[in-house]
């Protein structure tokens, strides 16, 4: 079990720790500092939101109200509402502007998405969620193979393909549907996987591409993503679903470079608790193979580590940050300085917008202006919310005098 019983059965709310491990059993309120702001930049630590502002959540709290049954005792929860740096500091925060036609269509959906209870919402956090999570994707996982019995005992095929992917793409669709429905939690997002796996992607096809010829004459390459920041494993699932199927796609339209492409996720991770529910998801998820999870201790060297993972140096393709906010800048230079991240590499940097990144932002305009990167902002929703805004920062390592690696979309 990942929670001892007496913690596993209390319904009080606390914020999720910088370090998961030293207080996972305790009752008191810690600070998103470290995974939500950056000092360098701004002072403010997001603290907890127990109301969310949106249609969705107004008609929970009136449904909660017209019916005694469906109130929640409010001894269940910590009323963090009266953290009034918190309140100046989601008021003063970006928001989108009246006439963004796109913006508006987004906060319609996801308020339409939104069901469960606001006190829920964003920046709050059940010391059993990874755990109550976890059960809730098991029995997701179940009711599907229950079914894919029932189509499969009546027809004499079976799709392999779909089988292969079929897992990933459920507990995605389950994650995201607990964080909509029961408790909001730090993962990408449904929105935000969009964009990653996009990019991941086009980064992916710029590998076969430069590796066209060894991979036609049968030579294996390997593709490497690093994903800082498991947490439960999501962003890793989407990484590796995104891969499996477009490689499943280039051998289906007869491409035979896709046969030779072999890849590696490593996932990074300073909570135990976390990676076991990870590794938990990854299996699950028929994705395990692919996932190399490393537990990193408090004061590593993120290069050290992947070092001694290794044993040298590679160059990774694809990065995505997404783990704490004081260390984007930290983490990035370090990966810079020894080579891990070079021509060709494509880095995505979630939160960038919502945490007010501008020491990560400003580094990444000062490789831009030395030819060393072109970058993009990918404007979006915080995730599982309505109405604070966010984005996800992109950019691309390429050759300072070819210029080979350019955004295509760009030019």
């Not at 069901?115 to 996982?141: I, M, S, W």
């Not at 309505?386 to 979309?409: C, H, M, P």
């Amino acid at each position: 079990m990942l929670f001892s019983p007496s913690v596993a059965n209390d319904n009080s709310l606390v914020i999720v720790p910088p370090k998961p491990d030293a207080i996972l059993f305790q009752q008191d309120e810690f600070s998103f500092g470290s995974l939500y702001s950056y000092r360098g930049d701004y002072s403010y630590e997001p603290a907890s939101v127990s109301v969310e502002s949106s249609m969705s959540s107004m008609r929970v709290t009136q449904t909660a109200a017209a019916s005694p049954a469906a109130v929640t005792p409010s001894s269940s929860f910590k009323d963090t509402s009266s953290s009034e740096a918190l309140n100046a500091e989601l008021e003063n925060a970006d928001s989108f502007s009246a006439d963004d036609t796109h913006a508006k269509q987004r906060h319609s959906a996801n308020s339409l998405l939104l069901q469960r209870d606001p006190r829920n919402g964003a920046f709050t956090f059940q010391v059993h969620a990874e755990y109550d999570l976890l059960l809730y994707v098991q029995k997701d996982l179940d009711r599907h193979h229950q079914k894919l019995f029932r189509r499969s005992s009546t027809s004499n095929t079976v799709d392999g393909v779909t089988n292969e992917l079929e897992p990933a793409r459920i507990i995605l669709k389950s994650i995201d549907n607990y964080c909509l429905s029961k408790q909001w939690m730090y993962h990408i997002g449904y929105e935000k996987a969009v964009v990653v796996r996009n990019f991941l992607q086009r980064s992916l096809h710029d590998f076969i591409a430069r590796h066209s010829d060894e991979l036609y004459n049968g030579k294996s390459k390997k593709f490497v993503a690093l994903d800082l920041g498991t947490y439960c494993g999501y962003s890793a699932l989407v990484m590796c679903h995104a891969i499996q199927s477009m490689l499943i796609e280039l051998t289906a339209t007869g491409d035979s470079r896709a046969n030779y492409v072999q890849f590696e996720v490593i996932t990074t991770e300073v909570s135990s608790k976390l990676m076991n529910v990870a590794q938990s998801i990854f299996r699950l998820g028929k994705v395990d193979k692919f996932v190399s999870p490393i537990l990193v201790k408090d004061g590593d060297l993120l290069s050290d580590v992947l070092k001694k993972h290794f044993n040298g140096t590679v160059k990774f393709d694809f990065l995505l940050l997404d783990h704490s906010k004081t260390l984007y800048l930290t983490d990035l230079t370090d990966l810079e300085k020894h080579r891990f991240l070079g021509a060709g590499s494509y880095v995505s940097a979630d939160n960038v917008v919502f945490n007010r990144l501008d020491s990560y932002r400003d580094h990444m305009a000062t490789l831009a202006w030395e030819g060393v990167v072109q970058t993009k902002l990918e404007e979006m929703n915080l995730e599982y919310s309505n109405n604070l805004k966010d984005g996800i920062g992109e950019l691309l390592f390429y050759d300072r005098e070819s210029r080979q690696y350019e955004f295509t979309s760009y030019c």
